[in-house]
C-alpha cells in the first residue's frame, strides 16, 4: 500500500492522512464510503485506494482449532462490521474453543438478534456485562472456565 499505516503518509500523493484511515476494512463498501469525505477533502479519490481481496470464511470452532492449534483461547475479540452477532450465533454449544472472556460489536445487531445473541451466550455459560454508556462493546464472562 501506499499509505504508511503507523503515519498516513501516502507517498502516491505526498499529502497525509488521517492514521484512523489505514485501519479502515470492511465486508461491504458501505463504511468505505462513510469515509469518503476524507479523500475527497485532499483532493483525493478514495476508489484509488480501495485494495479489494477474498477472505476464507470458516465456522467459529475450525477458524479456533486453526489459529489455536487444538488450544483453548484465553480472550477473543469479535469485531466484523455488523456479523458479530451471526458469528456468535454460530458458536455450537458443543464447541471446546469457549474463552474465558469474549468481547462483540453489539450495536450493528438488530434488536431481535442481539437478544437470541444474549439468550445463545446464556446457553453457552456466559455471562453478559450490560454495556457501557456510548460503547459499542458487550462484555461475556464464561462462568464454567475453570481458573
Not at 470452532?61 to 462490521?81: A, C, K, N, W
Not at 456479523?83 to 469474549?102: A, E, H, R, V
Request: hydrophobic share 35%; with cysteine.
Amino acid at each position: 500500500p501506499d499509505i504508511d499505516p503507523e503515519t498516513g503518509f501516502d507517498s502516491r500523493s505526498n499529502k497525509t492522512l488521517p492514521v484512523f484511515i489505514t485501519q479502515v476494512s470492511s465486508f461491504s463498501m458501505a463504511p468505505l464510503n462513510f469515509n469518503r469525505r476524507v479523500f475527497s477533502k485532499i483532493g483525493l479519490r478514495m476508489e484509488d485506494y480501495v485494495v479489494k481481496s477474498s477472505v476464507t470464511i470458516y465456522p467459529y470452532s475450525e477458524l479456533m482449532e486453526r489459529v489455536t492449534h487444538g488450544g483453548v483461547p484465553q480472550f477473543v475479540l469479535i469485531d466484523t462490521e455488523g456479523f458479530d452477532c451471526n458469528i456468535i450465533l454460530g458458536i455450537s454449544l458443543t464447541s471446546k474453543y469457549l474463552p474465558p472472556y469474549l468481547i462483540f460489536e453489539e450495536k450493528q445487531c438488530k434488536e431481535k438478534e442481539k437478544e437470541e445473541t444474549y439468550n445463545h451466550l446464556k446457553r453457552l455459560g456466559y455471562s453478559i456485562v450490560e454495556t457501557i454508556a456510548q460503547s459499542p462493546n458487550a462484555i461475556a464472562f464464561w462462568s464454567n472456565h475453570q481458573k
